[in-house]
């Protein structure tokens, strides 16, 4: 029995990385899958992907941080499979600069898409789900907004901003059948740290325990836990998975 036989998931940024990893894993589970992404370019390919494995896909091009657009795309999943089960807010960017140097537009950036994108995602969601009496939500933060990055700030503003939104979100429904929970990965091997210089990575690496990166993979394993069933007493919480980089 596949674990998310005829759910019906949206999973933003997921053209690529760790959205991509949990929208293909969600889909080998039974679930119909929507993705998105910036550029309808890079959407439709894995829109073909999710169909090859036997569910239904859909794919929109927006900007997680425009609530119009993300209303619109969660109507159209509702009107067109009929309910929204599962809600993974994974869209993010990275804009890095020590405070000094880091402007105010790239300070609002990161916020708009990083954690505005996650309210406009659950904004958009909860009625569907409130109506349902069932949905899970989970919002992909981060390690650094448990440990806090020099260099990040508004990255860090941004993921510690989504756990204190899903612990609030996950009180305000936690008795109407949903459960708001989050992941703080560590750090996986995608696109996002494809640009961090050599001679980083290897002090980041000297952090981890496990000695290896993360892969979209591990993460998608997370997320299918918090999607399934076997989470349903299970809310507010951020799961950090990281190979061990953060023990509090
Ligand atoms: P990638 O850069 O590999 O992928 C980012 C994804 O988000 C792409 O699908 C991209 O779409 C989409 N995206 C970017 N901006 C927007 C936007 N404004 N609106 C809608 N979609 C957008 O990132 P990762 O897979 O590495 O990261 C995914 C999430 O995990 C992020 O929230 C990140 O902060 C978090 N994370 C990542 C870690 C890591 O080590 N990689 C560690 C901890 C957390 P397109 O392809 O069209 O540009």
Known sequence: MKRLSGKNAI??????????????????????????????????????????????????????????AVEEMTAKVKEAWGSLDILVNNAGITKDNLILRMTP????????????????????????????????????????????????????????????????????FAARGMQVNAIAPGYIQTDMTDKVPDNIKEEILKMVPMKRM??????????????????DYITGQTLVVDGGMVMS
């Not at 929507?34 to 309808?40: A, E, M, S």
């Not at 954690?115 to 409130?130: H, R």
């Open 214 to 231: 993360g892969q979209p993979e591990d993460i998608a394993k997370a997320a299918l836990f918090l999607a399934s069933g076997d989470s």
């Open 105 to 172: 537009e790239d300070f609002d950036a990161v916020i708009n898409i990083n954690l505005k994108g996650v309210f406009n995602g659950m904004k958009a969601a909860v009625p569907i789900m409130m109506k349902q009496r069932s949905g899970k939500i989970i919002n992909i933060s981060s390690v650094i907004g448990l440990t806090g990055n020099a260099g990040q700030a508004n990255y860090a503003a941004s993921k510690a901003g989504i756990i204190g939104m899903t612990k609030s979100i996950a009180k305000e």
């Open 11 to 68: 999973i933003t940024g997921s053209t690529r990385g760790i959205g991509k990893g949990i929208a293909l894993r969600f889909a080998e589970e039974g679930a119909n899958v929507c993705i998105t992404g910036t550029k309808i370019e890079t959407v439709e390919p894995v829109v073909k992907e999710i169909e090859a494995l036997g569910v239904r896909a859909l794919g929109f091009a927006l900007n997680v941080a425009d609530y119009k």
